[in-house]
């Protein structure tokens, strides 16, 4: 299936950035499932943009809950999300339209709907559907609090500045939930804004790297092939705009060490089994062991950029040169990290639910 | 579904490493694709364990095609490979039956399994299960370079050593495909088995990076959300043992450089439309472009290493040391290659068929 | 996946019947096929209820294209269509909250949702559901229609009386296409409506059966196992509710005939291979044979009645006596065939899509 | 996917009628059921041809356990048995190739595989692939028999003999369990037998229907859309070869009757809620209400028959006669009413793992 992720716990997305409205429908999820609309706020707000370093578009993100929800709780049927489309500009895209913008999906969209695609804005490859995942992913969020499963995301590394790396993860996950600019150190967040303005002032853009941390996951869930914690989470995590990378634990810089140094001893803490180092972030043989998730995703930098560049009119098969107009970001971490959490919090739902049944994430 | 991948041609595994056999049943490929033996046993063979840099387990994978092949091609019904174990020294394991194996599987399927698994060998766990995919690929790459697509892999990386990058692709990977040590520079590769040997004898393992490149692939194939090229091809990738990462294009590289480095200029190359670089890999809004598709896959160092290992016996629940026996590799990058492309070759059938239907590889 | 049918083309619904909304996401369809609005009203209007015979509740189906529709076309990206509840009156239903209404789900709602469920007026079980799937139908018949393929449905059967059977097929299907009661005799069509009026002055209701035949449909569709066209049809058709049996070609009375009597003699009508007698309705070993498909669908009698019905109320665990409110339908028949029509061009097109790719529906 | 069936515990099936072997692979199945060996075979005797009213070729069917069972037991990872085929004579077939046996799959196989299917024995179309679900089939019912679940089959009818309904449904169950020929009344049994020998002499075939009954499923599995009890059953039964029609509960039959009949009351048996009468066969808004799941299902007559019939050359597209050489049944009810068995009780696991986890059938 094209726009459906998730087997027991399953998510569908609609809708274009210069459409009507886009949204969601979440389906499976356990039924009696308090729908907080201030934290479901609180999360699109996270993603919304933001001062200097965002698009200068400003929805306001009214989202309506369709179904699925009766007397403030989760029913089990499909809960449809719809965000409506009101800050449209349209007119900035017609006249480029067949001009493809570099590293942007305008040729391959046409090489695969043949024209009838709704090319304004990114239509239905927009960054603005995220924003349905979100809000899906903010009742999959409640859903694993109530099981005590917690996922926080920052900018481990921005524009070549580093942020600290997870510390206490209980307090970090507990700071970044609520953090609108997500970062560990405030001195490499300060350092990151400088310079994702700089980009925006030079009309280029940024790009960095996330890094997500899950606390709480019992041992024993996903599968020892195809459908690996790893590679569910990866699937989902690639459909992130602009994510080109994924890696768990250690990740690339650990092909280098000796396995002698890689392999995570296990010891008894009390009577509960855990591992001395984290290399393999919490999952072998694609089955979590109780220890914290943490994967890292690359994010390269936002392909649209107001500098001049070359590209192809791809009606007319020649060469053009072509200057974005629209509104962009010159960076898109700082709104891309609650994505990151929506979307591995909807892919553990999901695992879970296959593991433990359509009641697990009940709490009474 | 677990041990099923892909909708339109789909592969489903099955097998333990100490069973009767393991094998693979590939459904819905196109009928009357040639099945030819000799690169059947071809590709097996490059997957096979060699001299002091593998396991001394020597398997002859005498495979078996059990069904979906008539009068020497494809019938477009299941396709049944069964690959006899005949190689199995189980008694190595029964001693340590309880004692999690660091970076391995053996507690985390204890947790999903409560016990029950075929703990011998790794059981179902096992990279033995990869021949399988390496039998079903070798039919899944048939049908690909009857349509002018071929898949190359070499070992980008290993121990700290650099491969040369890829350079004339359709040259490298027409020598990659048949080359049992998979590198591009001679040199390097002799570096590399240096540091193999030299971590077996110290009783410790390595790993590396795999580097993939797939040239021929039509414009127009994936989807921009979920099922996007690279979500679908990590998805399956991911199942390669010790694989914890996969990037595309330039990666995380690539997340230090500004848009107007990364973006990748398109350009007409007579009345092909083409990009100037290649930092997305091939892949745009997770649609093919028409560009070569690269990627790379971080493989952590073999978890099965002689040294002696702090773990726990997790039936006691007691802390415990673990002296592993049986026979294992110091590195696995040179017989997982061979996987990688496989894999590949699965992921892109599967997306090409439910482009262009069931018939698409058909050549006559 | 719950609310999600199909592999290539997928409809997903939502909503309740007393919530805000009910309606469909349409993923996959083939870019550029015209969406024709007066078709879509014309199909609705085909599953309102009319007159005597059914609920007093008239809603508009004022539906709304959310998403997937640019310049009048399919996009082929998730089509989302929205139809708002108007005439909701739920206080109708607070009262008997937890007394099940016999043959409904109020009970089995109750205990997989726990309670949770929006009970009133039937919530995400109730017929109202079917108008999303008329309208995502809707476009997959106008797919069809752009390849000559063509779906028409009659009452074959309605409390006792029988219509008379196909004839003509291009005639019959063209003539029932627009019908607002469904019958090929008239005389047969009005001693329905007289045996509906009297069970709905009985406060009773009644059922009967659909039946439906396609032409049009090139032969090579369709699975031999699983997948086979009867089981993809009835695993849908089974959702339209009240339908309790789904049978093809001669179906159940076939079952006393000799097998020489059954079988369909092979024969050439010019270069074109038909059948002389389609018992098969259309399919052979789960693929179509090129004949037109022929299936019926049992609908049991509506089992929302005003009669005094014996009941348990599910809370207090205690025998009840239910006096049903609220606005009900006597029977559904002539409402539900448009549905029928509906869900089988949506498995349809989902399965022609699949073994000829996706841009099969294509036209220019 | 097309040879794979089931979510949550799935089914892959492979294999022809006169290749190597047929088989089938079980994922999902809950680590911990007990795999009984006296019971497979018993259930694949039951399969077995017997007698005049079977064909001649008598396969041992002397099944393989290949993977997934360990100690005795399912580990959970994928169980695969494989069932040789020995008892071949390909030979009967060359020479009708091409003549489509009217009723057979041969032409729809054709269209669909471009010739390249393995024709013998009507390759991967042959009944014989029900030995593979019949084998899964065993240790999903091992796995219900756990949970105090038992399946039930007679024949109800069968060239025009009725069998007496169901009575008391543990005994009728427990005597139909171990039946040969499975049918409630001695009486009707013998003449079906004697119909179906008539037939045999006659060179001709007999259809009849058979009926399931399930004792012992929970209340509140299963969907009020799409995946209903209803039609996950039907879609896996429309696999068995023959059967064209399914209805639950009251059916067909049913249709006639005023909802004030149809509706099944409900009341209180003690504590637990039952219904007074079962026209709905156990299952309310696509959710079981637990109370028996009756359906059934209607077989055509076998469409191998000796007479002498008209059919085409679909090569030479040409008017030809056929008299079917090989070794058929002149009837199938009889045997493929433990295939309906067995696809019930995949299909039920299926529904219960989804629901309940993959645990749900552990009984310690």
């Keep these: ?41 609180a999360q699109l707000t996270l993603r ?22 009766f007397e403030g709780k989760t029913t089990g049927t499909p809960l449809c999300i719809m965000i409506p489309n009101t ?93 609108p600019f997500a970062v560990l150190s405030e001195q490499a967040g300060d350092a990151m804004l400088q310079r994702m303005e700089a980009a925006a002032a030079a009309g280029d853009s940024v790009g960095g790297i996330l890094e997500t941390a899950v606390t709480g996951m019992p041992a024993g869930v996903g599968e020892p092939w195809f459908d690996t914690l790893e590679g569910m989470l990866a699937h989902a995590l690639f459909s992130i705009p602009a994510v080109k990378g994924v890696e768990f634990g250690g990740g690339f810089a650990m092909t280098d060490l000796p396995g002698s140094e890689c392999n995570d001893a296990f ?14 972030g919490g999952i072998n043989g694609g089955i979590s062991n109780g220890m914290p998730i943490v994967f890292r995703c690359a994010v390269k930098p936002t ?23 629209g509104r962009h970001d010159p960076a898109i971490l700082h709104r891309a990290r609650v994505v990151a959490d929506s979307v591995t919090a909807l892919v553990l739902c999901d695992a879970l639910a296959g593991r433990f049944g359509t009641d697990y994430f009940m709490t009474d």
């Design 87 to 179: 800050q449209t500009r349209s007119k900035d895209y017609a006249a480029t339209r067949s001009l493809a913008r570099p590293g942007h999906a305008d040729y391959t969209a046409a090489c695969k709907y043949h024209g009838f695609e709704d090319y304004r804005g990114g239509g239905h490859f927009s960054g603005r559907i995220t924003a349905g995942l979100v809000a899906g992913g903010a009742i999959a969020l409640t859903a694993l609090h109530g099981k005590g499963i917690r996922i926080g995301t920052h900018i481990a590394r921005c524009a070549g500045v580093d942020d600290r790396g997870f510390g206490d993860l209980t307090e970090d996950i507990r700071r970044l939930e609520t953090m």
């Design 48 to 69: 919304r943009p933001a001062g200097r370093i965002s698009t200068s578009r400003q929805e306001q993100d009214a989202y309506h809950i369709v179904s699925g929800v």
């Design 1 to 41: 299936m094209k726009n459906t992720f998730g087997q027991n716990i399953s998510v569908t997305i609609y809708g274009e950035s210069h459409g009507e409205a886009i949204g969601v429908v979440l389906d499976g999820m356990t039924p009696g499932i308090p729908v907080d609309d201030a934290f479901i706020a």
């Design 267 to 280: 010891r008894m803490d009390g009577d509960r089994i855990v591992t001395a180092t984290n290399h393999n």
């Design 303 to 325: 392909p649209s950029i107001y500098l001049p560049q070359e590209t192809v009119d791809f009606y007319r098969k020649e060469n053009a040169e072509l200057q974005i107009q």
